[in-house]
């Protein structure tokens, strides 16, 4: 009698099982946010709230295409600034946010799906300027400009570089054109892209300081099997060659 209790219980708490598997597939929504950050993400009007089809740019068209190929519904939502989104991802179950570097410090705070594409950190001077860098150190007597929460400010902050933080990137440029600042800490080619934009041309590379790769980040309680199957259509894009013909497309 027992016994026949206990098969039955284990098989109901296997259907119960495969029922919630089956919600988390048909039901399961992901809030993703994103932020101004051509040319990966960018509103179509180039305002600071966004939602939807008025969203696009290579990482856009990449998760979007990441997300239907997996059979996951989502929302977009493009906002600002970045501090308030990334902490939103980070504390709410079924959030998401993009794009953003995957670092040591970081890796336990979010589920990773990626990567979307490369972000090396690079130091930007004006046409004409006469600095020559072989290391960071060499960078700590001018004054450098960076993005407000953004992971270049915060690598420069732990190496006493103290960089002058603008809530745009894109401000950077304009700074660096007039003189209010010597250098730009930026990504590479999102700074030249944003740089193009602002009308700013000719800027020249006196630093390469880091290498890295941007990605999707996901609340710790979005389920395994939902980054799994974006992860598993992401790396079937990449060996179709989907990616790289959207960076192309861009760049």
């Known amino acids: 009698m027992y016994k026949r209790l206990l098969l039955?219980?284990?098989?109901t708490l296997l259907v119960l099982a495969g029922s919630a598997r089956a919600d988390v597939d048909e039901n399961y929504s992901v809030v993703l946010l994103t932020e101004n950050f051509p040319p990966?993400?960018?509103a179509v009007n180039g305002k600071n709230f966004a939602q939807e089809d008025n969203i696009d740019g290579i990482a856009v068209?990449?998760?979007q295409e990441m997300f239907k190929r997996a059979g996951i519904k989502y929302s977009l939502t493009l906002r600002f600034p970045w501090d308030r989104i990334y902490k939103l991802a980070l504390e709410k179950p079924g959030y998401g946010v993009f794009v953003t570097?995957?670092?040591p410090e970081r890796e336990q705070a979010f589920k990773w799906v990626g990567p979307i594409g490369p972000d090396d950190w690079i130091m930007l001077a004006k046409p004409d300027s006469?600095?020559?860098?072989?290391?960071?150190?060499?960078?700590k007597k001018y004054r450098v400009g960076a993005y407000k929460g953004d992971a270049i400010a915060e690598y420069l902050a732990q190496q006493k570089l103290e960089p002058l933080t603008a809530l745009r990137d894109q401000e950077n440029a304009k700074k660096l054109e007039s003189g209010q600042i010597d250098l730009w800490a930026t990504g590479d080619p999102a700074g030249r892209y944003l740089a193009k934009q602002e009308g700013v041309d000719g800027l020249k590379t006196v630093l390469r300081f880091n290498k890295a790769e941007l990605y999707l980040a996901l609340n710790k309680e979005v389920p395994d099997e939902v980054v799994q199957k974006l992860q598993g259509a992401l790396d079937k894009m990449r060996s179709e060659g989907f990616v790289d013909e959207i960076l192309n497309s861009y760049l």
């Open 40 to 42: 990966y993400n960018m």
């Open 61 to 63: 068209d990449i998760v």
């Open 130 to 139: 006469k600095i020559a860098l072989s290391s960071l150190e060499g960078a």
């Open 101 to 103: 570097a995957r670092l």
């Open 8 to 11: 039955a219980l284990t098989g």
